[in-house]
């Protein structure tokens, strides 16, 4: 029997997590073996941290050529600079005598000192090869240009990047500027944020590697603002047990349909594919009717632009990554967001390849199951029979054996979470301004009931410094089940566990930490000691 593509990519990501416990245990021997497997597959397309991973645990397991192998490719092919780590990381402990540690050495120190430069030609690179692919669309594929120079590129330590100038930026070639901003200005997330009085496309500078897929993202998302604002808040019931089971199987559908593209099959097969999903999608939905609306301006929202990003984009295999993004929210812990990324790829290459004609005006809100159905003229059965069929080629009964076992989880997780913000004390902060920047992982939410929804990781940036402050959950404590702050469904009040400590200026809790704003305190709200921030008369 032929494992799904799904299947495959799922055993690539257990041998690197199987690779990374042994080493957590101190196996050095195993975990060298489970790396070996995993490279075997991927080889030197492995992402960095992986392969910086595999040469600590070939140091430590005594491979040292193996060990420095990795270490030189990503010193002398990914530029890896951070010297103070390679100095410092114990791991590497056994190398540091060896002849070929002080050219490694020598090379990260090198790259370190060019990095400004690099990062510099890279983002101009970047920014002219995504206005060159959308001036050669010329406003084909949506009948408007997308590009504008309303866009940012955002690093690390706070520099932007623009190809136009900017109060008080430089240029050393007048085609690219430069200036700094404060922490609080601009979120470190991809998205339409405001900056001084405009809406700017802002990308980070670790997603220009992907063939200006994420560049032309954010401009598509420029234009849809201009037509119309879509709501982008989380479908909720999508982490339920029954719709989770069957946006997976949608999932697996559509990964079948766009494989057998992939592979020229028949197109009665891609057809085939491709209504199996639409069938899964049209019982779920009829049976969540009231949130259809939501659902629907989410999966616009971010499934036009997704599609957009890759359709445009100079992936030569886009199937493929279609099929790698449908993969990637599927192994999501929720549905909730997530979702549309892949399923507006999906469906957008989809009606393409079949030619349908299906864009609409960019205010329009996308239900691709009655688009299909009116342009195709069929209609989609959802009788047993069908539905059975459609099962037996879409593994029903794998995906229905994880979804029971999420579900069980799941129900601790809710429990635990219940207890924490429900019967222990608590502290609430209340937005006084709806200007807020959030940025967190889409993967590591909870829904909690009608309470809203938990974030595993989130930070908060007072942009407009009229609200209570900024704040973090700490990384080394960022999972589902351990860590989590509360937002509710209005998206203006975050509830937090009781802190351990509070000064006038800063409130810490066992998995967050709050900078608070000047004229801002704590104060105990009722007997069971639930405590809230307010702003202290002036």
């Known amino acids: ?294 659902e629907l301006q989410l999966e616009t929202l971010e499934g036009m632009a997704n599609y957009t990003g890759y359709k445009l984009s100079t992936y030569s295999d886009k199937y493929e990554r279609a099929m790698r993004e449908l993969t990637m929210r599927e192994e999501a812990s929720t549905y909730t967001r997530p979702f549309p990324y892949a399923t507006g790829l999906a469906y957008g290459l989809l009606f393409d390849y079949l030619h349908l004609n299906w864009k609409e005006p960019l205010d329009h809100i996308y239900n691709f199951r009655a688009l299909y159905e009116r342009l195709t003229k069929r209609t989609i059965s959802v009788d047993k029979q069908a539905f059975q069929r459609a099962n037996r080629r879409n593994n029903y009964l794998s995906i229905h054996r994880q979804e029971l076992a999420r579900y069980q989880q799941n129900e601790a997780n809710l429990a635990y979470y219940t207890n924490r913000f429900v019967h222990q004390p608590t502290l609430q902060a209340t937005l006084v301004d709806t200007v807020f920047t959030r940025s967190f992982d889409m993967n590591g939410t909870l829904v909690l009931g009608n309470r809203g929804l938990v974030y595993s990781n989130l930070i908060g940036t007072n942009t407009t410094g009229r609200n209570f402050g900024n704040f973090h959950t700490l990384p080394a404590k960022e999972k589902l089940g351990v860590s989590g702050i509360l937002g509710t469904p209005d998206g203006r009040t975050f509830i937090f566990s009781k802190p351990i400590q509070i000064t006038d200026h800063q409130i810490i809790g066992e998995d967050y930490e709050i900078d608070l704003a000047e004229g801002w305190a704590v104060e105990k709200v009722n007997p069971k000691g639930d405590l809230r921030l307010y702003k202290k008369s002036l």
């Not at 190398?95 to 690099?118: G, V």
């Not at 007048?174 to 979120?187: E, F, G, I, M």
């Not at 009829?286 to 939501?294: R, T, V």
């Open 1 to 294: 029997m032929c494992l799904s593509y799904s299947s495959l990519f799922a055993q690539e990501r257990n041998l690197y997590a199987e690779a990374m416990n042994a080493y957590q245990q101190k196996k050095y021997v195993q975990a060298s073996q489970l790396f070996g497997q995993l490279f075997t597959k991927q080889g030197y397309r492995l992402p960095s941290g992986q392969l910086y991973d595999g040469a600590c645990i070939y140091a430590l397991q005594g491979d040292h050529e193996q060990a420095f192998q990795l270490l030189n490719y990503l010193v002398t092919n990914r530029f890896y600079s951070n010297v103070d780590h390679l100095l410092s990381d114990t791991d590497l402990t056994t190398l540091r005598d060896n002849e070929p540690w002080t050219a490694i050495i020598q090379q990260a120190r090198e790259n370190k000192r060019t990095l400004p430069a690099r990062t510099y030609g890279r983002i101009k690179s970047s920014l002219l090869k995504a206005k060159a692919i959308l001036a050669a669309d010329n406003g084909q594929l949506w009948g408007e240009p997308i590009w504008s120079n309303q866009i940012l590129v955002l690093d690390t330590d706070n520099t932007i990047y623009s190809l136009e100038p900017l109060p008080e930026s430089t240029t050393s070639d007048s085609v690219l500027y430069t200036k700094k901003v404060t922490p609080t200005q601009l979120s470190q997330s991809n998205s339409a944020q405001p900056y001084l009085g405009k809406q700017y496309a802002i990308v980070l500078t670790s997603y220009l590697s992907d063939s200006s897929a994420t560049i032309i993202h954010e401009l598509f998302h420029l234009l849809q603002f201009k037509h119309r604002m879509f709501l982008g808040n989380p479908v909720n019931y999508l982490d339920r047990y029954e719709a989770r089971q069957l946006l997976r199987l949608e999932f697996q559908a559509l990964r079948n349909a766009l494989n057998a593209v992939r592979k020229q099959e028949t197109p009665t097969l891609v057809v085939q594919y491709i209504e199996d999903a639409l069938r899964y999608r049209k019982v779920r939905q009829q049976a969540y009717q009231n949130d259809l609306e939501g």
